[in-house]
């Protein structure tokens, strides 16, 4: 076992720390060096003289991930209450002289993220001309994930979870469809059969996805066809996978009406309901609440809810 000689001081800088709960928090020296904006070589070096400080092995290597040994789970628990304590210190002052300028970063799950959100951000940018959007796409849990975590300030997505600290506001609503291409055999019809459906190839969406969480609630909830009973062909990681997967006949699926958009005007896709299936759904605005929301997060927190016609917490 290494050891390291230890100084009768231990006293770090935050930065010092904001560079150690990176590595932690990407399981990288190289990612966190891209976060951080130094070289790898910077990185390594400011952990080894921490280590060295302290007077303890701080992080292992666990094949590929960077991994915190039990001193530095501890150093990291702290480090982090340092840095949300700095970081409100600072939007504190940024919200006491006004500054409305900047980058913000929110996620949207992969419906709300393609199809709803960049014609929202557009009318925000008119209204905001000095703040920057960044957007991250993922799917329902992993942007769930990151804004609990604190990568993300606000998330949009089709379902919740049950992550206590996240506090979730109704914005949109939607419906699920099946989408079928125009020269299907079911394409002149406006409602299948659960029968009808259980007999079609059927591509779904990835674990993780809000789309196929809602699909599978609907399907339980009213005991008409389990989903292990669906001809599944294949499973896509996008709704744009799937509708290019059934506009090449590999089968049909249940998507969200929006997605559909552009389709079902050309005709390229039909939308079909099934009988004793109401699959209709709302998206959500979430953030958590253990954060305090920087100017910018509360600018584009408080214009996506008057986008809403019922903006309620739940």
């Not at 393609?114 to 991250?136: A, D, G, R």
Request: one cysteine or more.
């Amino acid at each position: 076992m290494k050891h390291f000689p230890r100084k009768a001081l231990i006293d770090f800088d935050l930065r010092q720390l904001e560079i150690f709960c990176k590595v932690v928090e990407l399981k990288s020296f190289s990612k966190a060096a891209s976060a951080v904006f130094l070289a790898q070589a910077s990185v390594s070096e400011r952990i080894s003289n921490l280590e060295k400080m302290i007077g303890a092995k701080l992080l292992d290597r666990l094949g590929r991930e960077v991994v915190p040994t039990r001193a530095g789970k501890l150093l990291y628990k702290h480090a982090r209450l340092l840095l949300d304590i700095k970081r409100t210190a600072c939007l504190a002052m940024e919200d006491f002289i006004g500054i409305k300028q900047g980058e913000i970063h929110i996620g949207g799950s992969t419906i709300p993220g393609e199809y709803i959100l960049p014609k929202y951000i557009e009318q925000f940018n008119k209204k905001f001309p000095n703040i920057s959007v960044m957007l991250t796409i993922a799917d329902t849990c992993k942007i769930e994930e990151d804004v609990a975590r604190g990568y993300l300030e606000l998330g949009v997505v089709g379902s919740k979870n049950s992550i206590k600290t996240l506090n979730y506001y109704e914005l949109w609503n939607d419906e699920l469809v099946v989408a079928v291409p125009a020269g299907h055999s079911l394409a002149k019809k406006q409602k299948i059969t659960v029968e009808e459906l259980s007999k079609e190839p059927f591509i779904i969406r990835e674990e993780g996805s809000g789309t196929l969480k809602i699909m599978e609630s609907y399907l339980q909830k009213n005991e008409l066809l389990p989903i292990e009973s669906l001809n599944i062909v294949a499973r896509l990681g996008s709704s744009t996978a799937v509708k290019e997967g059934i506009k090449a006949g590999l089968g049909v699926s249940i998507l969200s009406s929006r997605a559909l958009e552009t389709e079902l005007k050309t005709g390229i896709l039909k939308a079909l309901k099934v009988n004793g299936l109401d699959m209709k759904r709302k998206f959500y605005l979430m953030k958590d609440s253990k954060r305090t929301a920087s100017p910018l997060c509360q600018a584009i927190f408080d214009f996506l809810l008057t986008t809403s016609s019922n903006p309620k917490i739940s």
